[in-house]
Nanobody, 122 residues
Framework: QVHLVESGGGSVQAGGSLRLSCADTGHTYCTSDMSWYRQAPGKEREFVSGIDSDGRTTYADAVKGRFTISQDNAENTLALQMNSLKPEDTGMYYC????????????????WGQGTQVTVSS
């Protein structure tokens, strides 16, 4: 069973850095893609960055050039290195994992972690 646990959040000043981690403590191995989302107070959850099963990465325009997503398949962990942080990066950051399976076509089971808070002050 997939169980995602995020860590690494905290409070930093603008221009600082944080590194988020997401561990699948259920040690579930599947053909998957993983991603980071964030949700600011009063706003909808939004995509930040993702990595697919072939290692291809995507980023939201707002974080391109500042954030780097990476995955350690052996450790079944996902990381997000966040540099040059801005106050608008403040929010709860969530890890998402989709495991693919075939049943009458390609389907996905989707899992979310509980989130880790990032606060950036100006």
């Amino acid at each position: 069973q997939v169980h995602l646990v995020e860590s690494g959040g905290g409070s930093v000043q603008a221009g600082g850095s944080l590194r988020l981690s997401c561990a699948d403590t259920g040690h579930t191995y599947c053909t998957s893609d993983m991603s980071w989302y964030r949700q600011a107070p009063g706003k909808e959850r939004e995509f930040v960055s993702g990595i697919d099963s072939d290692g291809r990465t995507t980023y939201a325009d707002a974080v391109k050039g500042r954030f780097t997503i990476s995955q350690d398949n052996a450790e079944n962990t996902l990381a997000l290195q966040m540099n040059s942080l801005k106050p608008e990066d403040t929010g709860m950051y969530y890890c998402k994992k989709r495991c693919a399976y075939y049943s009458s076509g390609l389907n996905y089971d989707t899992y979310w972690g509980q989130g880790t808070q990032v606060t950036v002050s100006s």
